[in-house]
């Protein structure tokens, strides 16, 4: 929720405090470039001082990265604060995604991963929509994150995670895990790219719409609200199908929902329509990854391929932002259309020359 909230916010405030896209661009995508970072070493930390102690390190991190947005004024504060965040982010994030694939039964990873999700999409979007509520005055919103992250850590105190499971012994080097995993991996750096490309462009869209800030940033929750909607259909079609299938209907939709774009210029209504397909169609990517993640692999893989799914979104995630800042530089519209809609086609067709994927029995 502090993650959902300060995201669209921070756009407004640093669009406010004067920088142009490519800056707000390039800036964002730090949160993710944190995660890039760290995240390779986050099972080895999680040995080294017990998996708790490095979750809660983790949120130590979110704390201060809320509380230096609160005081940023300058775009090297701002980087600061963002990959704080990031490294928020890679502590946490593996450690939870690969614990949820593992405790999940065999023919029910979908549904539980889907409902995981599901619970996030909540949560993304109802923060944008309280950050709407102090558009205008945007520290509360930081604070409030912080002390949320802060908060939220103390039921843990005392508690036991289990350690993560070592990689495969018929495997050390992991190489046949990154193999095996590739495809799974390219799925969930276009789910980076789109839902957080997308969540960039959307305000910035809005922005130069002549949209006031408060819609601006609540544009996000309905793209969050977007991909709450699609979980849990997605999960119980994803068990029993496969996710080759509901791949290539989502990329198919984003692209199709990109080409109408432009027309936002004559109707500027159709960008909330927008904006809920693309968070269903973005949001869906990762759970979808992380599906096949858990359907293909086991026991002492399923971390490897895990952190393989979180490296793939963040690579996609810190180019969304830089990418979707330098489409809209060229142009809110049709450089926003030509960029993502390009990237969609191109993924939908590569999904659609490999063979399928479906779940084990």
């Not at 960039?200 to 793209?223: D, F, R």
Request: aromatic letters at 10%; proline letters at 6%; a positive charge.
């Amino acid at each position: 929720m502090g993650f959902a909230g300060v995201q669209p916010l921070s756009v407004i405030v640093m669009e406010q405090q004067g920088l142009g896209p490519r800056q707000i661009g390039l800036l964002s995508a730090l949160i993710f470039g944190g995660v890039l970072l760290l995240a390779p070493f986050q099972p080895a930390l999680a040995v080294r001082f017990g998996a708790m102690r490095t979750y809660q390190t983790g949120k130590i991190f979110a704390v201060a990265g809320f509380a230096s947005c609160a005081a940023a004024t300058t775009p090297w504060i701002w980087m600061i604060a963002f990959i704080l965040l990031g490294f928020a982010g890679a502590l946490t994030w593996p450690l939870t995604d690969s614990l949820i694939a593992t405790a999940a039964p065999a023919d029910r990873k979908g549904a539980w991963l889907s409902l995981f999700q599901a619970g996030m999409g909540i949560a993304f979007a109802v923060g944008p929509f309280v950050s709407a509520l102090f558009a205008m005055s945007p520290k509360p919103v930081f604070w409030g994150a912080s002390a949320l992250a802060a908060v939220s850590s103390l039921p843990l105190f005392g508690g036991i995670l289990p350690e993560p499971e070592p990689e495969a012994n018929d495997d050390p080097s992991g190489l046949e895990v990154w193999r095996r995993a590739a495809m799974l991996g390219m799925i969930a750096m276009l789910g980076g790219i789109f839902e957080n490309g997308t969540h960039t462009v959307g305000t910035l869209i809005a922005l130069a719409q002549g949209w006031a800030a408060a819609p601006a940033v609540a544009l996000a929750g309905v793209m969050a609200a977007g991909s709450f909607l699609i979980q849990r259909p997605l999960g119980v079609t994803a068990d029993r199908r496969g996710i080759r299938g509901v791949l290539l209907w989502s990329l198919a939709t984003l692209a199709v929902s990109l080409a109408t774009l432009p027309l936002v210029g004559r109707w500027p209504g159709l960008l909330w329509l927008l904006g809920l397909i693309w968070g269903g169609s973005s949001g869906c990517l990762y759970t979808l990854a992380m599906t096949g993640t858990a359907q293909t692999f086991t026991g002492r893989q399923v971390a490897s391929a895990t952190t393989i799914m979180v490296l793939g979104y963040t690579v996609g995630s810190a180019l969304g932002p830089v990418l979707g800042g330098l489409a809209v530089a060229v142009s809110p519209l049709g450089g926003v259309a030509s960029v993502f809609g390009a990237m969609a086609v191109a993924g939908w067709t590569v999904a659609w020359m490999q063979r399928p994927l479906r779940a084990k029995g």
